[in-house]
Structure formats: structure tokens, C-alpha cells
């Protein structure tokens, strides 16, 4: 989606959290609410940007299926204990489920549960995208706050191109987490393998021990 004739607002405060006294941005475009939370008000380049899909199950729940708190609990301590650098999370709240929703999601983790399928698989099993998340909405809010020179922390490739498709100049820094879990250590697996996520060589090589070793306890 291109976001055209664009009607903006914005909402800002500053609040304490857990990881530090940061500031809420909140934007409504066209309609649609998403957040964005950076340790400093007023911003400039080379900005630490990490563009977060909204995850209730595990970032609320505390579920070890995927790796989606660790990595936002991640770069959230980084922007809290980090007082030099500027940091800005952009949080999309219609993300669920790699863009399906909630009770898709569901749906797909049940299958998962049942029928030993992937996360890949699981969308596939029920004639759902694999991923159909839209981040267009970042780009009216990044040129608001007048950004080019992005240190984006993401594994994600397709983050990445979009980024560079609209004229953004964009530095990489790859985002990881120890998993929690065997769910989780089986989801990074299949987001590296089938995903293409940037996740270095070494560590994909861990990751499929650990889940080997899973497997033969298992049996």
C-alpha cells in the first residue's frame, strides 16, 4: 500500500517506563494508529530505528512460540541504558500474526499445535499469506520527523528493501536473541531457512543443533 493524500496528526508525551523515561509519539494516518517511542525528543541522522510488528500472545502473555518480546524487550533496554544515540521504535499495531490478525493467528498456532506444522506451513495449511505486513505507514511518520540515515536493527530482509525502495540510506544491525524455548529455537530455525532472515551462519548452525537434540529427546 502507498500512502496517498496523506491527513496526519500526531499526539506526543514523555513517561516512565520500566527501561527509562521515554517519548510516545502516537500518529493517526488516514484513519489508522501507530506508535512510535524513542528516548529523545527531537531526532537526527543515523537514527537506531527498529520497525516492531505488534505480537499480543507473546508480548503480553509471555507465549514462547516466536521471539517477537525478546527482541522488543531487547531494543528497548538498548534505548533506555544507550544515552548518547537516538533511538525510535515504530510499533504497528495491525500486525498481528505477520498481518493475518488475531483470530487467524490462532487458527494457525492451533494447526501448529495439531498437526506438527511450521509457522510457514501453518499460514499455507489455511490459504493465508505468509507474511502480508504493510509498512507504509513508517514513511510518512520517518519523513516527519525529517529522517534519510537509518541504523535499522532487523534481521528482516524485506524491512530492509522496503526501506531502500523509498530513498532511505540504510545501515544494517542484526537484531538476535537467545531463544527461550524449544518453540522459539524451532521458529528462529524456519525464519532463517525459509524466511531469509539475516541471521548469521554460526548461529543458524546453533540453532539447528539445539533443535536436533530437541527432536531426539522428543522420540
Known amino acids: 500500500m502507498r500512502v ?13 517506563t520500566i527501561y527509562g523515561d521515554f517519548w510516545f509519539f502516537c500518529f493517526n494516518v488516514n484513519g489508522e494508529e501507530v ?9 537526527r541522522e543515523n537514527v537506531r530505528l527498529r520497525l516492531h510488528s505488534c505480537c499480543v500472545t507473546s ?4 507465549c ?23 533511538y525510535l521504535l515504530i510499533y504497528f499495531l495491525n500486525h498481528e500474526g505477520r498481518g493475518i490478525g488475531l483470530f487467524n493467528k490462532i487458527m494457525t498456532l492451533d494447526a501448529q499445535r495439531k498437526l506438527g506444522l ?14 502480508c505486513r504493510d509498512y ?9 520527523f525529517k529522517l534519510k540515515n537509518i ?22 544491525h542484526k537484531l538476535f536473541t537467545p531463544p527461550k524455548s524449544k518453540d522459539a529455537v524451532d521458529y528462529l530455525y524456519i525464519k532463517a531457512i525459509k524466511g531469509g532472515h539475516l541471521i548469521k551462519p554460526e548461529v543458524v ?9 530437541q527432536i531426539k529427546t522428543r522420540k
Open 4 to 16: 496517498k493524500n496523506i491527513n496526519i496528526r500526531k499526539t506526543v508525551t514523555k513517561a516512565p
Open 35 to 43: 506508535l512510535a517511542i524513542s528516548n529523545k525528543k527531537y531526532f
Open 59 to 62: 508480548e503480553i502473555f509471555g
Open 64 to 86: 514462547l512460540k516466536c521471539d517477537c518480546s525478546n527482541q522488543l524487550e531487547k531494543f528497548l533496554t538498548l534505548m533506555g541504558e544507550d544515552k548518547k544515540n537516538n
Open 118 to 131: 511450521d509457522t510457514y506451513e501453518a499460514n499455507e495449511y489455511f490459504d493465508f499469506p505468509v507474511d
Open 136 to 144: 507504509s505507514l513508517a514513511i510518512p511518520i520517518l519523513k516527519h
Open 151 to 172: 541504523i535499522l536493527y532487523s534481521n528482516n530482509p524485506t524491512k530492509i528493501k522496503f526501506l531502500r525502495e523509498h530513498g532511505f540510506k540504510v545501515r544494517i
Open 205 to 213: 548452525k546453533l540453532i539447528n543443533n539445539l533443535r536436533n537434540e
